[in-house]
């Protein structure tokens, strides 16, 4: 099969083309190009698509997705309550799709689609396996059918040569074990419970450890080894490692912390902090001298963190005296506050001895044609060599640190509380008293955010972050809604404080949170508005018409992006092209999932129109768009655009996640970003994991809808293969 090299995939841009036009983005900041000719750029590099890259994004996209529909399609269609088909029936539809998907593997064996059809036909054999039972009612534990399915998925994951099948395998031998353990528990009245097991359990966890921690040491070896000698192999590809050890430091965290309530009183609880000490260290010694990867680095601090925070409550011994719990907020703020610090120390070091992100004889050389095609003078070039690229934060880091600003954020207001309580300003609580020492927070965050120093943003980042949820709480208690407007009056309350945050706050990561609050605040207050004062089919019109203003902003945003670069709101344009699809992404979980929410907060259903909303106003939105587009700015791409906004939308107003989560796939690829794709694809896949459980339509109806899309998926393919040129002069062609 054909490999694909770690440093991008090959239906994607490099990472250090990537890194060369973010660099360019900051010469069209300090007016130094123009936009017209980063854009240019763009296209050299490959980061804005012409016909040739979609086609070469779009094939093994629309084929993987199409792929993945058929099997889920199958699953759903195994899940549902099927008795009146005779038993042949079901075996035979289940085996000619994995007989199906063997045969394109054999008949495209060194074609990339072999490795999307080898990797369902492993996903398959797992319906086949619950269908046998299902129909037989054999009696096997869950267990059996994941340790059969796990020989099936090993062979193929030998022959297959890829770490998605070895991801699968390695998936389903620890829901295997989970579920042997629970079983054996169980058997033995030990269930959820680590502190009575017997020695066979606790010897069972020993060893399920060891054998994590070994798998982990296998792959990595293989991984330096290929990306030593092989580095264009599947094995030099560092993400399933990085989910690997995340999920042993997972194990390991939640179980020291656990039982540092008890410490001292076994030995099974410090032979299992041992090891995990021993993990850490030896993490540290590879990853910061050896091998240096920050993304390791990261997953070690985050399980420092976490349990350190836990060990500095127990050394109070859960005392709930003021001076203590002052004290315990101030030392995990610090904590907290500490580790975030030496992450971005780390990342600066590590960008001295190499840049991670880029491969240095592809970035000489990238820089070299585009100053032969006239694209970048040597003033540009010297001046994107000086600059200090380490302050661009990859996405994990940025996650670790956002979730650090959250944690330290609770511990500040915390404190403050203490304080109002110290102070007797709590007895009879008013605005005031909460606005007041919020507006203190905030210029303090203010003055953070405007020094220089990741150290010092990180830390007011956390600071904007109390200040503004003590502002709207105080803003809240000005109002005093009742139970009927609750929700109307906390979102529009908080709408103004978000908004004159979010400028007055320079910082990146802040102003995407709170751009993601506001684009969910702005459809909750409008879906509750309508709800309270608006017939059904009236408000769902309405709601649909804010959700498509909504989505033609963004869409205008993406197109003008680098000219809004150029102007006096460059600092708001990437909060706002991330931020606004961010909060689409909740509000279409928030939908699915709104049945069990208005059951658990409230007595009467209160989300039954949003979804339908959601899904109209997506599909309008992009319908409107790429219609403009075509009609108006006559953009060359529109034979791309416009069939993919009409099946985007279609797939919208049925299910609006599945809709937003394919038009994410083709920004991802426009904007040249793996991160966007990423995301895309874990949204994907978590919204049809809501959509199987809450979505009030029948299984049959979710199986045949999803047979129905994965046949037009695989269609599609075929066409944009027959349609799009392979070749139109793109990146690195014009030489």
Same mark, same amino acid.
């Given at each position: 099969?054909?490999?694909?090299?770690?440093?991008?995939?090959?239906?994607?841009?490099?990472?250090?083309?990537?890194?060369?036009?973010?660099?360019?983005?900051?010469?069209?900041?300090?007016?130094?190009?123009? !936009?017209?000719?980063?854009?240019?750029?763009?296209?050299?590099?490959?980061?804005? !698509?012409?016909?040739?890259?979609?086609?070469?994004?779009?094939?093994?996209?629309?084929?993987?997705?199409?792929?993945?529909?058929?099997?889920?399609?199958?699953?759903?269609?195994?899940?549902?309550?099927?008795?009146?088909?005779?038993?042949?029936?079901?075996?035979?539809?289940?085996?000619?799709?994995?007989?199906?998907?063997?045969?394109?593997?054999?008949?495209?064996?060194?074609?990339?689609?072999?490795?999307?059809?080898?990797?369902?036909?492993?996903?398959?054999?797992?319906?086949?396996?619950?269908?046998?039972?299902?129909?037989?009612?054999?009696?096997?534990?869950?267990?059996?059918?994941?340790?059969?399915?796990?020989?099936?998925?090993?062979?193929?994951?030998?022959?297959?040569?890829?770490?998605? %099948?070895?991801?699968?395998?390695?998936?389903?031998? @620890?829901?295997?074990?989970?579920?042997?353990?629970?079983?054996?528990?169980?058997?033995?009245?030990?269930?959820?419970?680590?502190?009575?097991?017997?020695?066979?359990?606790?010897?069972?966890?020993?060893?399920?450890?060891?054998?994590?921690?070994?798998?982990?040491?296998?792959?990595?070896?293989?991984?330096?080894?290929?990306?030593?000698?092989?580095?264009?192999?599947?094995?030099?590809?560092?993400?399933?490692?990085?989910?690997?050890?995340?999920?042993?430091?997972?194990?390991?965290?939640?179980?020291?912390?656990?039982?540092?309530?008890?410490?001292?009183?076994?030995?099974?609880?410090?032979?299992?902090?041992?090891?995990?000490?021993?993990?850490?260290?030896?993490?540290?010694?590879?990853?910061?001298?050896?091998?240096?990867?920050?993304?390791?680095?990261?997953?070690?601090?985050?399980?420092?963190?976490?349990?350190?925070?836990?060990?500095?409550?127990?050394?109070?011994?859960?005392?709930?005296?003021?001076?203590?719990?002052?004290?315990?907020?101030?030392?995990?703020?610090?904590?907290?506050?500490? @580790?975030?610090?030496?992450?971005?120390?780390?990342?600066?070091?590590?960008?001295?001895?190499?840049?991670?992100?880029?491969?240095?004889?592809?970035?000489?050389?990238?820089?070299?044609?585009?100053?032969?095609?006239?694209?970048?003078?040597?003033?540009?070039?010297?001046?994107?060599?000086?600059?200090?690229?380490?302050?661009?934060?990859?996405?994990?880091?940025?996650?670790?640190?956002?979730?650090?600003?959250?944690?330290?954020?609770?511990?500040?207001?915390?404190?403050?509380?203490?304080?109002?309580?110290?102070?007797?300003?709590?007895?009879?609580?008013?605005?005031?008293?909460?606005?007041?020492?919020?507006?203190?927070?905030?210029?303090?965050?203010?003055?953070?955010?405007?020094?220089?120093?990741?150290?010092?943003?990180?830390?007011?980042?956390?600071?904007?972050?109390?200040?503004?949820?003590?502002?709207?709480?105080?803003?809240?208690?000005?109002?005093?809604?009742?139970?009927?407007?609750?929700?109307?009056?906390?979102?529009?309350?908080?709408?103004?404080?978000?908004?004159?945050?979010?400028?007055?706050?320079?910082?990146?990561?802040?102003?995407?949170?709170?751009?993601?609050?506001?684009?969910?605040?702005?459809?909750?207050?409008?879906?509750?508005?309508?709800?309270?004062?608006?017939?059904?089919?009236?408000?769902?019109?309405?709601?649909?018409?804010?959700?498509?203003?909504?989505?033609?902003?963004? %869409?205008?945003?993406?197109?003008?992006?680098? @000219?809004?670069?150029?102007?006096?709101?460059?600092?708001?344009?990437?909060?706002?092209?991330?931020?606004?699809?961010?909060?689409?992404?909740?509000?279409?979980?928030?939908?699915?999932?709104?049945?069990?929410?208005?059951?658990?907060?409230?007595?009467?259903?209160?989300?039954?129109? %949003?979804?339908?909303?959601?899904?109209?106003?997506?599909?309008?939105?992009?319908?409107? @768009?790429?219609?403009?587009?075509?009609?108006?700015?006559?953009? !060359?791409?529109?034979?791309?655009?416009?069939?993919?906004?009409?099946?985007?939308?279609?797939?919208?107003?049925?299910?609006?996640?599945?809709?937003?989560?394919?038009?994410?796939?083709?920004?991802?690829?426009?904007?040249?970003?793996?991160?966007?794709?990423?995301?895309?694809?874990?949204?994907?896949?978590?919204?049809?994991?809501?959509?199987?459980?809450?979505?009030?339509?029948?299984?049959?109806?979710?199986?045949?809808?999803?047979?129905?899309?994965?046949?037009?998926?695989?269609?599609?393919?075929?066409?944009?293969?027959?349609?799009?040129?392979?070749?139109?002069?793109?990146?690195?062609?014009?030489?």
């Amino acid at each position: 099969m054909i490999d694909i090299a770690p440093d991008g995939i090959s239906w994607m841009p490099s990472r250090t083309a990537k890194y060369l036009c973010r660099q360019t983005e900051r010469l069209v900041q300090g007016g130094n190009l123009t !936009p017209d000719a980063c854009q240019r750029i763009y296209a050299f590099c490959g980061v804005r !698509p012409g016909y040739a890259q979609w086609r070469t994004f779009l094939i093994p996209v629309l084929f993987c997705l199409g792929l993945l529909s058929l099997v889920a399609g199958a699953l759903f269609f195994v899940a549902w309550n099927w008795a009146h088909m005779p038993k042949i029936t079901k075996f035979a539809l289940m085996e000619l799709l994995i007989v199906a998907l063997a045969a394109v593997v054999w008949w495209r064996w060194y074609h990339r689609a072999a490795r999307s059809a080898l990797l369902a036909a492993g996903l398959s054999f797992g319906a086949l396996f619950a269908l046998y039972g299902q129909v037989y009612q054999t009696g096997a534990d869950s267990w059996e059918l994941f340790r059969a399915w796990l020989c099936v998925l090993l062979p193929l994951a030998l022959i297959a040569r890829q770490n998605s %099948l070895w991801f699968c395998s390695w998936l389903v031998a @620890n829901l295997a074990f989970q579920l042997y353990y629970t079983t054996l528990s169980l058997s033995l009245e030990n269930a959820l419970s680590f502190d009575s097991l017997t020695y066979l359990p606790t010897a069972a966890l020993y060893g399920y450890l060891a054998v994590l921690a070994l798998c982990l040491i296998l792959r990595e070896a293989l991984a330096l080894q290929a990306i030593k000698h092989h580095p264009e192999s599947w094995l030099a590809s560092r993400w399933f490692s990085r989910v690997m050890a995340g999920f042993l430091l997972l194990l390991l965290t939640s179980i020291v912390a656990g039982r540092l309530y008890d410490w001292g009183r076994d030995i099974h609880f410090t032979l299992i902090t041992g090891f995990w000490l021993i993990t850490l260290l030896t993490g540290y010694y590879l990853y910061r001298y050896r091998h240096p990867d920050l993304c390791m680095l990261t997953l070690g601090t985050a399980s420092l963190t976490a349990t350190g925070c836990v060990l500095i409550m127990q050394l109070f011994d859960n005392s709930y005296d003021v001076g203590d719990l002052f004290l315990i907020g101030c030392l995990m703020a610090v904590w907290v506050a500490g @580790n975030g610090v030496l992450l971005l120390h780390w990342r600066r070091r590590l960008y001295e001895r190499a840049p991670v992100d880029v491969a240095p004889a592809e970035l000489t050389m990238l820089t070299e044609k585009l100053r032969q095609h006239g694209l970048l003078n040597q003033t540009q070039i010297q001046e994107i060599q000086q600059q200090d690229h380490s302050s661009h934060l990859p996405w994990y880091l940025r996650l670790a640190l956002s979730i650090g600003g959250w944690v330290a954020a609770m511990l500040i207001l915390l404190l403050l509380a203490l304080v109002l309580y110290m102070a007797d300003l709590l007895n009879d609580p008013n605005a005031a008293t909460v606005i007041l020492p919020s507006l203190i927070l905030a210029a303090i965050a203010g003055g953070l955010l405007r020094t220089r120093g990741e150290g010092k943003h990180h830390i007011g980042l956390a600071w904007a972050i109390a200040a503004t949820c003590g502002l709207c709480f105080g803003v809240f208690l000005l109002v005093e809604p009742d139970g009927e407007t609750f929700i109307l009056v906390s979102s529009l309350c908080a709408l103004p404080v978000l908004a004159v945050m979010a400028i007055a706050m320079p910082d990146r990561s802040y102003r995407f949170m709170a751009i993601t609050v506001i684009t969910l605040l702005l459809v909750l207050s409008g879906h509750s508005l309508t709800s309270l004062y608006l017939l059904p089919a009236a408000g769902l019109w309405v709601i649909s018409a804010l959700v498509a203003c909504v989505i033609i902003f963004w %869409l205008w945003i993406v197109r003008n992006q680098l @000219n809004l670069q150029a102007g006096h709101f460059a600092q708001a344009v990437l909060p706002l092209l991330h931020g606004i699809p961010a909060g689409l992404i909740v509000l279409c979980l928030l939908a699915i999932n709104g049945g069990f929410i208005s059951d658990f907060f409230w007595d009467m259903p209160r989300f039954t129109t %949003l979804q339908f909303g959601l899904g109209g106003g997506i599909a309008g939105g992009l319908l409107l @768009n790429t219609l403009y587009q075509r009609l108006v700015e006559k953009t !060359p791409l529109s034979m791309i655009t416009l069939p993919a906004a009409i099946l985007c939308g279609a797939a919208a107003v049925y299910a609006p996640g599945i809709g937003l989560g394919l038009w994410l796939l083709l920004m991802a690829r426009y904007q040249g970003s793996q991160d966007i794709l990423l995301v895309s694809g874990c949204f994907i896949m978590l919204y049809v994991s809501g959509w199987y459980y809450f979505l009030d339509v029948t299984l049959l109806q979710k199986s045949l809808l999803l047979l129905v899309s994965g046949v037009v998926l695989l269609m599609l393919t075929w066409v944009v293969k027959k349609v799009l040129p392979a070749r139109t002069g793109g990146a690195y062609e014009n030489q």
